[in-house]
């Protein structure tokens, strides 16, 4: 009875440790099923995103940028499309742009780090952004000049770029993009966030499970250009070179205020405010922020006043559309009288 009582103690004894093996064993299968499922995940979610026209990537050298086309090839324009710091829009500016794709031809550029675009880690700054752009754009086969077409941070880039290089762009339609404008030094000295649980996340397939179910889908997309925008998310949460540009905003920022001079190239800025101005940081912001940005560009550039959030092309497409309609329309005219 004894020996039986001992016997029993050690039992009782073991049974932690082997509870504890049995944990470590059961999350280890847990996560090698979670990395395989993302590996073979990650192969269909390329192979469906490039049957469905948002991946094609075109080398610019040491690496590739995805660069998607939509449109009529043949039609009134080329409309190079660049987006601000987020990803997908090639999916979700064709809520207005697809009534826009008879007349013109779309090209989105991912920048490095997004949309399916490889990834880098060295500087982000606005010259090598711009240059990269110009680089896809020319190797994709798109001959220049071309109408920029920028949202929220792109329109820092596209600014840079219709600056430095003038004869390259035809027009440049502003949705709510970021003002460039003179920042001070503390203002600019930004890290770059630590984006190593994202990559762990990312192989071992947790956002692949939690993406589409944090993600709402406010334009109820159809089924595949929803998961064609999860995927474009996906491809780029975790990337080094988005956490080194996001480091480089203000830095872009005052680099584009300091290169900006009088330019010809037409200007249509859409401004999610309204017209009245009657919010006093919203005319603050138009007085000391938007006019002083445009007025340094120059030329001929008009301000559309459309009320709405900051991603208005989602949120009121169809007057994003008329807008941006107009504004082309009225410039191809002038074009053909001169």
């Excluded at 059961?26 to 979670?34: E, K, S, Y």
């Excluded at 779309?106 to 752009?133: A, K, L, P, Q």
């Excluded at 003038?166 to 001070?184: K, L, Q, S």
């Amino acid at each position: 009875m004894e020996r039986n009582k001992e016997k029993n103690k050690e039992k009782k004894k073991r049974n932690p440790v082997k509870v504890l093996v049995t944990i470590v064993l059961v999350l280890v299968g847990i996560f090698a099923g979670l990395f395989v499922f993302h590996r073979v995940k990650h192969s269909l979610d390329m192979k469906f995103l490039a049957k469905k026209g948002y991946y094609n990537p075109v080398s610019i050298g040491d690496y590739s940028l995805n660069v998607v086309k939509f449109g009529y090839e043949e039609g009134r324009g080329k409309i190079v499309v660049l987006s601000g710091m987020g990803a997908g829009m090639a999916v979700d500016l064709r809520t207005m742009a697809r009534n826009m794709e008879d007349d013109y031809q779309f090209i989105y550029i991912g920048r490095t780090g997004w949309d399916g675009s490889d990834d880098v880690h060295d500087d982000r700054n606005v010259d090598v952004i711009v240059e990269e752009y110009r680089k896809a754009l020319k190797a994709s086969g798109v001959e220049t000049p071309v109408i920029l077409m920028a949202h929220s941070m792109g329109g820092t880039y596209a600014s840079y770029w219709a600056n430095k290089y003038p004869e390259e762009v035809e027009a440049f339609v502003n949705i709510d993009g970021t003002y460039v404008e003179p920042m001070t030094e503390e203002e600019m000295v930004e890290s770059p966030p630590d984006n190593t649980l994202y990559k762990l996340a990312i192989e071992f397939g947790i956002f692949d499970i939690m993406v589409p179910l944090f993600y709402e889908n406010e334009l109820n997309l159809p089924k595949d250009e929803w998961r064609a925008y999860c995927i474009l998310q996906l491809l780029s949460i975790s990337s080094d070179a988005v956490a080194a540009e996001s480091a480089a905003i203000n830095r872009n920022r005052n680099a584009t205020w300091e290169s900006l001079q009088e330019s010809n190239v037409p200007k249509l800025y859409i401004s999610a405010r309204d017209a009245d101005l009657q919010d006093p940081e919203s005319r603050y912001a138009n007085e000391h922020e938007l006019i002083p940005y445009l007025e340094k560009m120059g030329g001929d550039y008009t301000i559309d006043y459309c009320p709405g959030s900051h991603f208005i092309y989602r949120t009121n497409p169809g007057r994003c559309e008329a807008s941006i309609r107009c504004f082309l329309e009225l410039y191809e005219k002038k074009a053909m009288y001169e």
